[in-house]
């Protein structure tokens, strides 16, 4: 029962990752925030660059490939777009 | 038709230089010469570069570049690769030998356009190869990858723009309109003795 419990809870606790990304999520507001944030939510972050006013991190967990938009102002997330 | 009640002689000798058009490009190399061509500008100047349409029009031109090489080793005459061998030291002389004349006409590509031949599909299969990288867990974000795809674009470019101002030297020099070769597949050559794999 514990072990069934222990699987669960793991199995639950992959995807927890991915699931605190979302538009919103606060990142932070300097690329270096971003990237420290990204990668304590175990993200590969590849590159963290200003684009259109916006910061762009590269960021890969997995087969995930994400591309995260944080507005530099409120350090939120305002766009994600992912390829898998 | 207006000089047909003239005398046969006259007539032959007010014709210009008679022109002979020989069947050099079949219609795969056509094809897929054109094909490409436009794959390369919409790709480098209409669709947006992180869409799906991009990679889609991207792989499009590498499968017909793969097939081109094929066609290189089972196709037509003109075709094949052995009608145009990448060799430096001929396109060298060739371009020295544009100063003097005459001008040679070549049924297949002239030594400087067949390196150029080679030097396009070999940027372009780069240009997917990055491009594909780009899209895997491996390499998505990595910025040597990107350069290396945004270089060889720029090269692409330079090099589009000397192979067009090469075809329209060499139509002019040797007076075979190459662009209409490409089109209906014939060279039309001012003197067929003249001519040359
Ligand atoms: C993105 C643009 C282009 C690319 C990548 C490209 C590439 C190529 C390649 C790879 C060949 C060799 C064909 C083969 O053996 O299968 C070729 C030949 C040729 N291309 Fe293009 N081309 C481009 C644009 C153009 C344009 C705009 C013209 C018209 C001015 C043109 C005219 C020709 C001609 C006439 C040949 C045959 C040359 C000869 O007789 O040796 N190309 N091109």
């Known amino acids: 029962m514990k072990k069934i419990v222990l699987a669960a809870s793991l199995l639950l606790a992959a995807p927890a990752f991915a699931q605190d990304l979302a538009m919103g999520t606060e990142l932070g507001t300097t690329p270096q925030a971003i990237l420290t944030a990204l990668s304590d939510m175990g993200w590969d972050v590849r590159k963290v660059q200003a684009e259109d006013g916006l910061i762009e991190a590269y960021a890969v967990m997995g087969k995930q490939l994400a591309e995260i938009y944080v507005d530099p102002t409120t350090g939120r997330i305002t766009r994600i777009a992912s390829h898998d | 038709m207006t000089d047909t009640t003239q005398h046969k002689g006259a007539r032959l000798a007010a014709a210009p230089a008679p022109a002979f058009g020989v069947r050099v490009w079949d219609p795969l190399v056509r094809m897929i010469h054109w094909s490409v061509a436009a794959g390369v500008l919409v790709n480098a100047a209409i669709v947006d570069e992180e869409s799906a349409t991009h990679e889609l029009i991207g792989y499009a031109v590498l499968g017909l570049v793969l097939t081109r090489l094929v066609w290189g080793l089972v196709g037509t005459p003109h075709a094949r690769f052995s009608a145009f061998p990448p060799n430096p030291a001929a396109a060298v002389r060739h371009l020295a030998g544009l100063l003097r004349r005459p001008h040679r006409a070549y049924l297949s590509h002239n030594p400087a356009g067949a390196l150029m031949v080679y030097n396009l599909w070999a940027v372009l299969i780069g240009l997917a190869a990055t491009g594909y990288m780009m899209g895997t867990p491996r390499y998505f974000g990595m910025e040597w990858v990107l350069d290396v795809h945004e270089g060889l674009f720029a090269w692409l470019i330079i090099s589009v723009v ?29 003197d067929p003795t003249e001519m040359r794999e």
Not at chain 2, 163 to 182: E, F, K, N, Q, Y
């Open chain 2, 162 to 190: 000397l192979h067009v101002a090469g075809v329209i030297l060499d139509s002019r020099m040797t007076g075979v309109p190459l662009v209409r070769a490409m089109i209906d597949g014939r060279k039309r050559l001012r």
